[in-house]
């Protein structure tokens, strides 16, 4: 295993397709997290399952965003209606659960799969 | 909540010439602080972290950083650097108990200038 893998690397649509991410974490790791990069900016959290569960969604997941991790292995993001603001980067991570009494794990992450929406 | 700032969006330094890139944060929990780079077409790698003990932490490849408790700070310093470091480098913090997302800051552009 190699790492996490993001597929399309590269996504082009118009205003209001939908559109979906594929994401897979590395062997084992329980913990998938999803973030989003704009341009001149760090990355900013959105979501993030231990295995299967959805357990934090940030405000930025509007209900036009959906995300899905069915067998507590590979994830999707869905945009629906897409929109010129969600052109960004989208960057998938992925961590095995820490030590008891400590939440720190490494988050490994993906390259990302960069959308454009014309 | 947490917040990173990064001041610096870009850094031209010369080659073999020292850099310290800054990063100040801010959180009204305790924190694990990190340091995470992105090369040019690559994904983001961890380059260093300070969880607890020592306040100077290392890299393998001469990067340093240092908590400062006091100043809210983990600084990133190299001696002397090289062409291959030229990257955007990124720093961040994760609450240490029941927060799992890493909060990022808007990254800093190092250019190493030959």
């Known amino acids: 295993d190699t790492g996490v893998s993001q597929d399309p690397r590269h996504k082009i649509t118009k205003r209001g397709q939908n559109v979906t991410f594929r994401c897979d974490p590395i062997s084992e790791h329980n913990r998938l997290y999803w973030y989003r990069q704009t341009l001149g900016q760090g990355p900013e959290f959105l979501t993030y399952?231990?295995?299967?569960?959805?357990?934090?969604k940030s405000r930025l997941l509007s209900d036009r965003f959906s995300a899905e991790r069915p067998k507590g292995s590979f994830s999707t993001l869905e945009i629906q209606r897409t929109e010129q603001g969600d052109s960004a980067m989208y960057l998938c991570?992925?961590?095995?659960?820490?030590?008891?009494?400590?939440?720190?794990?490494?988050?490994?992450f993906g390259p990302g799969t960069r959308l454009t929406v014309l | 909540a947490q917040s990173v700032t990064q001041l610096d969006s870009q850094v031209p330094v010369f080659e073999e010439a020292p850099v310290e890139l800054r990063c100040n944060y801010s959180s009204s929990v305790s924190v694990y602080l990190f340091w995470y780079v992105q090369y040019p077409n690559q994904g983001l790698q961890l380059l260093l972290k300070y969880l607890s003990g020592s306040t100077l932490v290392e890299s393998i490849n001469g990067f340093e950083a240092e908590f400062n408790k006091s100043q809210t700070s983990f600084h990133l310093r190299k001696p002397s650097v090289h062409i291959s470091d030229t990257a955007e480098y990124f720093c961040a913090v994760q609450g240490t108990f029941g927060n799992e997302k890493l909060t990022f800051g808007t990254g800093t552009r190092l250019t190493i200038i030959p």
């Open positions: 399952f231990q295995n299967e569960a959805q357990l934090e």
């Open positions: 991570a992925s961590s095995s659960k820490g030590a008891a009494g400590r939440s720190y794990n490494e988050q490994f």
